[in-house]
C-alpha cells in the first residue's frame, strides 16, 4: 500500500494548490474530510491548516440553524430574508432578477460565515402532487436551467458556492429514500437532466447534490454513470459532488463513483471503511485523493470568498423581496376587468390567509424571516374603506357562521378580495399531496361571499397547482400568488391597485383535474419503483400532444394592458436561431410582456412534442411603445437525444418557430430550414431496409446492388409499396428467401459497402 510522505510545515491553504495540499495528507486525513465533522460543517484537519466550512440549507433564504440540526426546520435558525420560493420565481421569467435575488442570498450567506448555500434546486414538475414542488422552478427544463443559471451566478458572484440538487430525477417525496426512478434514455436527458447540464455548463455550481433515490435501479450517490461519465466528463463539471443529508447508501461504492463528501456527519464510522478498503486492496488510495483533493479545493474558494465582518442591509433585501413577489404574481382571469382595483373602492377582504400569511413551504428550507407583510395590513394602507372577515379557519377548527358572516361583510363593498390557499400542514418536504383540492370550508366561504357580491376576486397562496373548477366558476378575477416570501402581502396589495402591473407568467400548466395530468397512473409507482410512463410528455408537451383542455396553459399570465405581436423573421445560423419580432403595447399603461419562443418539427422521423420551449424574453414597454424582441435559440437546443448512437442529434427539416403568450396563446409563426448533423450509423444483418434506405450513402449501396436484379429484389428498391411493406424487414434475413438473389457473400459485401461512408 502507498503510504502518503507528511512534512513537518504542511503547505498553506491560501497558496498551495489542492494537489499539494493532499499529497502532504495521511489516509486517515484524507478520508476524514470526505465527511461531515457535524450536522453542517465539513472536518477541518489543523496540522495541515485546513478548516471546517459551513453548507446550509437555502434555497430561497438562508436557514443557519443557532444549536443542533435537524434538517427539517424544527430548530431555530437565524433571521435572514425569506425570498419568494422557487414555485413562484419560477413564473417571474426573469433571469435578471434572479441573479440579483441569488447576491442578496450570497450577502446574507457571507454575513453568516456560510460557505455553501444548499440550492437551488431544479427537479421537474414531473406531478403536480409532487409535495416539494414549492422548491422547484418548472416542468419544463429550459426554464429551470435558464433560471437555476441565474440563481447560481448570483449566488456565486459573492464568493458563496452553490449546491445544484437534487441530482438525478428526484420528482416525488414518497419513498425519496429508496424509489427507483425508472426513466426511458430520451426522457432522462430531454426533460430530467437537461436543465441540470445547462446550469453545469453555463454556471459551474461549487458543488451539486445528488440525490436520495435510485435511478433505473442504481442509487445515485453510488452511480459513476451519472456522477462521472454524464456529470463530469460529459458536462466539464469541475466542482464538488455532495450527498443529501442521509443520503450515502455504501460510502467506498460512492466515492469511487464519484461522491466526494458525504453529509452529515457519520462519527468517523464510514471514514473508517474508506481506510479498510483501501488498506484491503479493494478500492485505490487515488480515490480517495480525489474526493479529499475536490473537498479541498471547496474549502479554499470558500476561504478566498469569506468577508469577515460583512453585513446586509435588511431593508434592501426585503424590498427586493418584495420586488421579486411582484414579478411572479400571475393573474390568471380578470373579467370586467374588475382589476385593478380603484383607490376610493371599498373592498371587503376575506380569508384567514390575508392576515395570517402563508409565504413558503415546510420543510429543510423553512426561513426564520427578518419581517413578514400580511395584505391585509397592505390593502388596508393603500384603500378607503377597507373591512375584514376571516371566512373560514386554516386549520380545520370549527368555523361555524364564519362564512355568512364574511357574505354579509362582502355585501356591504363594492368589491369582495377572497384569499384562499392550502394549509401548510398539506404541502411538505417529506410527503405528496393527496389531491389538488382546496379544502371544502373555504370553498364554501367562497360560495357564500360570490353569492353575496359579484364583484369577487381570489387571490391564491399554495406551494403546487390546484384545481380551480369551482375557483373560476365562482370569482370575476383569480390572482395566482403562489408562495412569495415575506414580502408577498405588499407584493399582492401592490398589484391589487394596480400599482404594479402584473407580469407573471406560468411556469407549470394548472389542469382540469388530476386524473388528466400526464403521470396520474404512475404516480408514486409501487414497490420501491416508479415507471416514468409518460416519456417526454411531461407538463403541457402532454397536453398539447392530446388536444386536451387545461384550465390555465404553460406560458398564461394576464396583464392590465394588451400586447400585439408582429414582423416575426427567423434566421439559422451555426449557432443556433435568431427570432426577431416587434411587439406593441397596445394599451394605456405601462406593462411588461414575455415572449416565449416555441419550437416543433412537423414531419419528424422521431416521436417529439408538438412545440417545446426554447426561448423567452421579457420586454417592458409603456403605453403605446413597440420594440423589437430579439430570442436566441441555441442550436443545442433542437437537438434531441439520438438512442442509436447515446448522443445529441439535431434533425434536419423545416422548423415550425411559434412565438406567443403562451403554449396556448400562439401570436405569430415562421418556418425555418435547419441543416442536420450527420449520423453515421454502423449496419449489421439485423438492420432493417428501412434504417438503411433512409441513409444516403449506404441506401445508395443498396440500391445499386440491387439494380440489375429481378423480381422481388428489384421491388425493393423501386416499388413504393414493396419498400412500405418492407421496411422493417431485417436485411440478414433476405438471405433465407429463395429468388432474391441473396447469399451470405454477397450480403457482406452490401454492408460493407453501406459501412463505407
Same mark, same amino acid.
Given at each position: ?19 499539494? &495540499?493532499?499529497?502532504?495528507? /495521511? %489516509? ?14 465539513? @472536518? ?5 491548516? &485546513? ?24 430548530? *431555530? ?315 373560514? /379557519? ?37 410527503? *405528496? ?58 407584493? $399582492? ?90 411587439? /406593441? ?94 449520423? @453515421? ?41 414493396? $419498400? ?9 434475413? %433476405? ?6 438473389? $441473396? ?15
Amino acid at each position: 500500500m502507498r503510504r502518503t510522505s507528511v512534512t513537518t510545515t504542511p503547505p498553506d491553504i491560501s497558496t498551495a494548490t489542492a494537489d499539494e &495540499i493532499v499529497a502532504n495528507l /495521511t %489516509l486517515d486525513e484524507k478520508a476524514s474530510l470526505t465527511s461531515g465533522a457535524s450536522f453542517w460543517y465539513t @472536518k477541518p484537519v489543523e496540522r495541515a491548516g &485546513i478548516p471546517a466550512i459551513m453548507l446550509t440549507d437555502g434555497p430561497h433564504g438562508l436557514r443557519k440553524q443557532r444549536e443542533g440540526g435537524d434538517h427539517l426546520g424544527i430548530a *431555530d435558525s437565524v433571521p435572514a430574508t425569506c425570498f419568494p420560493p422557487a414555485v413562484a420565481l419560477g413564473s417571474s421569467f426573469d433571469p435578471e432578477l434572479l441573479e440579483r435575488v441569488g447576491a442578496a442570498l450570497g450577502d446574507e450567506s457571507l454575513a453568516e460565515n456560510v460557505a455553501v448555500l444548499l440550492g437551488p434546486g431544479i427537479n421537474i414538475k414531473r406531478s403536480p402532487l409532487c409535495g416539494r414542488n414549492f422548491e422547484y422552478l418548472s416542468e419544463d427544463p429550459l426554464v429551470s436551467g435558464v433560471l437555476g443559471t441565474a440563481l447560481v451566478r448570483g449566488l456565486q458572484s459573492r464568493g458563496v458556492g452553490a449546491s445544484l440538487k437534487h441530482f438525478a430525477a428526484n420528482n416525488q417525496e414518497a419513498d425519496r429514500l429508496r424509489v427507483s426512478a425508472d426513466v426511458d434514455p430520451r426522457p432522462l436527458r430531454e426533460i430530467y437532466l437537461r436543465g441540470f447540464q445547462r446550469v453545469v455548463e453555463d454556471a459551474q455550481p461549487w458543488t451539486v447534490m445528488c440525490s436520495y433515490n435510485r435511478l433505473n435501479g442504481v442509487w445515485t450517490s453510488e452511480d459513476p454513470w451519472l456522477l462521472t461519465s454524464v456529470l463530469r466528463d460529459e458536462w466539464g463539471f469541475d466542482g464538488l459532488v455532495v450527498s443529501d443529508w442521509g443520503a450515502v447508501n455504501d460510502r467506498v461504492t460512492g466515492v469511487v463513483a464519484g461522491l466526494d463528501l458525504e453529509m452529515p456527519s457519520s462519527g468517523g464510522r464510514t471514514d473508517a471503511q474508506l481506510v479498510a478498503a483501501v488498506q484491503d486492496g479493494r478500492i485505490a488510495e487515488a480515490s480517495i485523493d480525489t474526493a479529499a483533493r475536490r473537498v479541498v479545493d471547496l474549502v479554499q474558494k470558500s476561504v478566498a470568498g469569506a468577508r469577515a465582518g460583512h453585513s446586509f442591509d435588511v431593508d434592501t433585501h426585503h424590498a427586493l423581496a418584495r420586488e421579486a413577489a411582484e414579478r411572479s404574481v400571475v393573474l390568471l382571469k380578470n373579467e370586467g376587468p374588475v382589476l385593478p382595483l380603484a383607490p376610493e373602492a371599498s373592498v371587503a377582504v376575506i380569508g384567514e390567509f390575508a392576515r395570517t400569511p402563508r409565504f413558503q413551504g415546510a420543510g429543510s428550507s423553512l426561513i426564520n424571516p427578518t419581517r413578514v407583510d400580511d395584505a391585509l395590513a397592505a390593502i388596508t394602507g393603500l384603500g378607503g374603506d377597507v373591512a375584514f372577515a376571516p371566512g373560514f /379557519t386554516i386549520d380545520g377548527s370549527d368555523d361555524t357562521g364564519l362564512a355568512t358572516a364574511a357574505a354579509e361583510v362582502a355585501a356591504q363593498h363594492d368589491v369582495a378580495v377572497v384569499f384562499l390557499g392550502l394549509p401548510a400542514e398539506l404541502e411538505s418536504e417529506g410527503f *405528496d399531496r393527496d389531491d389538488i383540492e382546496l379544502p371544502a370550508n373555504q370553498i364554501a366561504a367562497l360560495e357564500a361571499v360570490a353569492a353575496a357580491n359579484p364583484n369577487t376576486v381570489v387571490v391564491l397562496s399554495n406551494g403546487g397547482v390546484v384545481r380551480l373548477g369551482d375557483v373560476d366558476r365562482l370569482a370575476r378575477a383569480i390572482v395566482e400568488g403562489w408562495l412569495l416570501g415575506q414580502a408577498g402581502g405588499s407584493a $399582492i396589495a401592490n398589484v391589487l391597485f394596480g400599482v404594479v402591473n402584473p407580469a407573471g407568467r406560468l411556469a407549470e400548466t394548472i389542469p382540469v383535474r388530476i386524473e388528466d395530468t400526464p403521470a396520474f397512473l404512475d404516480f408514486p409507482g409501487e414497490n420501491s419503483h416508479v415507471r416514468y410512463g409518460e416519456g417526454l410528455f411531461v407538463g403541457y408537451r402532454w397536453y398539447d400532444a392530446r388536444s386536451m383542455a387545461v384550465h390555465f396553459p404553460f406560458g398564461h399570465g394576464l396583464s392590465y394592458t394588451e400586447f400585439a405581436y408582429s414582423d416575426l423573421s427567423v434566421a439559422a445560423t451555426d449557432a443556433g436561431l435568431t427570432a426577431r419580432l416587434t411587439v /406593441t403595447n397596445t394599451g394605456e399603461r405601462a406593462g411588461r410582456e414575455v415572449v416565449q419562443a416555441y419550437v416543433g418539427l412537423p414531419g419528424s422521423s422521431i416521436v417529439r412534442a408538438q412545440r417545446e420551449l426554447k426561448g423567452f424574453q421579457a420586454v417592458d414597454l409603456d403605453a403605446g411603445e413597440s420594440r423589437v424582441v430579439e430570442i436566441a435559440i441555441r442550436r443545442a437546443d433542437l437537438a434531441y437525444w439520438d438512442v442509436r448512437v447515446d448522443d445529441w442529434t439535431v434533425e434536419g427539416g423545416e422548423y415550425r418557430v411559434e412565438i406567443g403568450a403562451s403554449s396556448r396563446d400562439i401570436r405569430v409563426t415562421e418556418t425555418v430550414a435547419v441543416d442536420g448533423d450527420v449520423v @453515421k450509423l454502423t449496419f449489421d444483418r439485423n438492420s432493417s431496409i428501412g434504417e438503411i434506405l433512409a441513409d444516403e450513402t449506404a441506401g445508395a449501396a443498396l440500391t445499386a446492388a440491387f439494380s440489375g436484379a429481378d423480381g422481388p429484389a428489384k421491388a425493393l428498391t423501386e416499388s413504393p409499396e414493396m $419498400i412500405r411493406m418492407m421496411a422493417s424487414f431485417p436485411i440478414g434475413r %433476405l438471405a433465407t428467401f429463395p429468388g432474391m438473389g $441473396i447469399d451470405d457473400e454477397s450480403l457482406d459485401a452490401l454492408l460493407a459497402a453501406a459501412n463505407a461512408r
